[in-house]
């Protein structure tokens, strides 16, 4: 699957509508956001069963801004809804093969019991 463009009209249901989602926040000016873009494009090209999205920080600062993107380029990673990762700077192919691996084998069902127990105490303190 080829990569997908990002945008305020696009990103709520994308994330809301696919399992795993990894999401590339770029600027076209960025020289270390271009050295990636291939390495993205070809690791998502091997893995269909992932989408692969790309957000322009420069057509899209409110999406930046919200989700406290202060360095391009940034990796994310989205499972089940829930931010799992977040990285900024190039990431290798290997690198980034194994972080499908990864966000693939994780336990999402430990993963949702833990983020309710985090807003439960965080409810708890305010």
């Known amino acids: 699957m080829a990569t997908i463009e990002l945008n305020e009209a696009n990103f709520d249901a994308t994330i809301a509508n696919n399992d795993t989602v990894f999401i590339d926040f770029w600027a076209p000016w960025c020289a270390p956001c271009r050295a990636f873009a291939p390495i993205f494009e070809k690791v998502a090209a091997a893995h269909p069963e992932v989408v692969f999205a790309k957000l322009n920080t420069e057509e899209q600062q409110g999406i930046a801004a919200a989700l406290q993107i202060q360095s391009i380029p940034t990796l994310m990673i989205f499972r089940q809804q ?32 833990a983020v309710a127990e985090q807003r439960a105490s965080q409810s708890e303190a305010a």
């Open 82 to 113: 829930v931010a799992l990762f977040s990285q900024p700077g190039m990431v290798p192919a290997a690198g980034l093969e194994d972080l499908v691996a990864k966000a693939a084998e994780l336990d999402m069902e430990q993963v949702h019991k």
